[in-house]
């Protein structure tokens, strides 16, 4: 089993983008520190639920800070940006930290991000299979052109190409974020684990497991990489010695980041949508995932794993907006929790 930590980079009320970056920033620092094996960055434009415009950037300065800890993007968006440009740096990254880079992508919504960067509605409602089939041929092959119905250019030669630097390693793994069968049947039929999120329970991950691997096998995928796919389970950390105190803690914080962040998202065609309740979103997540003592959080951890298969872990960590109280989950989690799973 490998627990990584899921940062944001939120950015709670009263605080500035500034701190919220710096909490993202030492939050993964410690997590090697503290002996966990990822930490998984998130992507968001124009709103405080997450301060970090670009996963890769920010994947690039951790990288750089550390020298054991797999750092991967969760999600950079596809559709609000070129397929080649993300590939370049993905294979940049991948070839400059020894195979320590994960790339995770995924549609993102139907947010103003697609009339401001360009993109367009459609490049969200039916753009994301020709963007990913385009981003995994720069990752796999020496030159590529294309002549989809987005993207049309000869053929150039990649540079650099991942596959020639790390010989036990391809390129830099793809994850692709899942929300709905179609995703799931798209990241399958490539032989790509998922990102699953942090708003469902074991029952329908375990679910979207088990409908990946029956595309998968009608794919005709080898049934190594079907067995052994690292899909990757999203979910909230927060450790205390009573349960009643890590809920208290969240529930406290949380609330008031799920309201402002949530509500600052405008849609891109004035669409109508429907923000869940920010205090009964967080009750939902303090039940789902290891919230409590470290007994606990190591049962539902195992728990999780037992029932649906998945091995990998991305847990949100800077539930309570607090530097310092972060810094210290953090290393609770790999001090306290990390052994009873190994």
């Not at 899921?6 to 030492?26: I, K, M, N, S």
């Not at 940049?92 to 947010?111: C, D, E, K, M, Q």
């Not at 595309?215 to 690292?230: F, K, V």
Request: hydrophobic fraction near 40%; glycine fraction near 12%; proline fraction near 6%.
């Amino acid at each position: 089993m490998r627990v990584g930590s899921f940062v944001l980079g939120a950015q709670f009320p009263g605080q500035g983008h500034g701190e919220a970056l710096h909490r993202a920033v030492r939050s993964a620092e410690v997590a090697e520190e503290a002996g966990l094996d990822a930490v998984w960055l998130a992507e968001h434009h124009f709103v405080p639920y997450g301060t970090c415009p670009s996963a890769v950037t920010l994947a690039a300065l951790l990288l750089g800070r550390t020298r054991r800890l797999r750092v991967g993007t969760a999600v950079s968006v596809l559709p609000t940006t070129h397929p080649v440009a993300l590939g370049e740096q993905a294979a940049l990254l991948h070839i400059t930290s020894g195979g320590r880079f994960s790339l995770g992508v995924g549609r993102g919504g139907p947010w103003v991000d697609l009339e401001v960067f360009g993109a367009g509605l459609e490049a969200y409602e039916q753009g994301f299979p020709e963007s990913l089939d385009l981003l995994l041929r720069w990752l796999r092959e020496p030159a590529v052109g294309a002549s989809g119905e987005r993207f049309r250019f000869r053929e150039v030669p990649v540079v650099p190409r991942p596959s020639e630097a790390l010989s036990e390693s391809p390129g830099p793994e793809v994850v692709v974020a899942c929300t709905s069968p179609a995703s799931v049947r798209m990241a399958a039929e490539r032989g790509l684990p998922m990102l699953l999120g942090m708003h469902v329970g074991d029952e329908e991950k375990a679910e979207m497991v088990a409908l990946w691997q029956r595309h998968a096998r009608a794919a005709g995928r080898p049934s190594a990489e079907i067995h052994g796919a690292g899909h990757v389970s999203a979910g909230v950390c927060q450790i205390a010695d009573r349960h009643t105190d890590a809920a208290e803690t969240l529930l406290k914080a949380m609330p008031g980041w799920l309201r402002q962040g949530l509500g600052a998202h405008v849609t891109v065609d004035g669409r109508a949508r429907r923000m869940r309740d920010p205090h009964a979103y967080t009750e939902l997540l303090c039940g789902l995932h290891p919230v409590g003592p470290p007994r606990l959080c190591a049962d539902r951890l195992a728990a999780t794993g037992e029932r649906t298969g998945i091995t990998r872990f991305a847990l949100l960590v800077e539930g309570s907006g607090d530097l310092a109280a972060t810094e210290e989950n953090v290393r609770r989690l790999g001090a306290e929790v990390l052994p009873q799973l190994r």
